[in-house]
């Protein structure tokens, strides 16, 4: 059985799970503040989600950034890198992509995580 989790827009769920493997995404809630504070919380809403599938950041296998700026790529890392800490064990492979993000959004995370 598929497992969804609605998010607050139309036509899209926030996170989903089939059997062992969860699916999530997220933005910052607050578009007013710059790249580091969006990253930080879009990470928060990250974890949150996967904790609601029965995952959690050191269970992701994949994830895709994509940011508005590449110029503020270096900023974003520094922010992901404290947050996923030190132990390479837990690193997910990753992708960055610079892309038109829409309105004041500089940031958006896609990931794929396992459960357990």
Do not use: F, H
């Amino acid at each position: 059985m598929i497992e969804r989790k609605q998010g607050q827009y139309e036509g899209r769920n926030k996170s989903s799970a089939y059997k062992d493997l969860v699916w999530t995404v997220a933005t910052s809630s607050d578009k007013s503040v710059g790249i580091e504070k969006q990253t930080e919380i879009t990470l928060e809403i990250i974890q949150k989600n996967l904790l609601e599938l029965g995952s959690n950041k050191n269970r992701i296998v994949s994830a895709q950034v994509y940011i508005a700026k590449m110029a503020d790529k270096a900023k974003m890392d520094a922010i992901w890198c404290k947050w996923l800490g030190t132990d390479p064990e837990c690193w997910p492979q990753r992708a960055c992509l610079g892309v038109d993000l829409d309105g004041d959004d500089l940031i958006e995370v896609t990931v794929t995580a396992v459960r357990g």
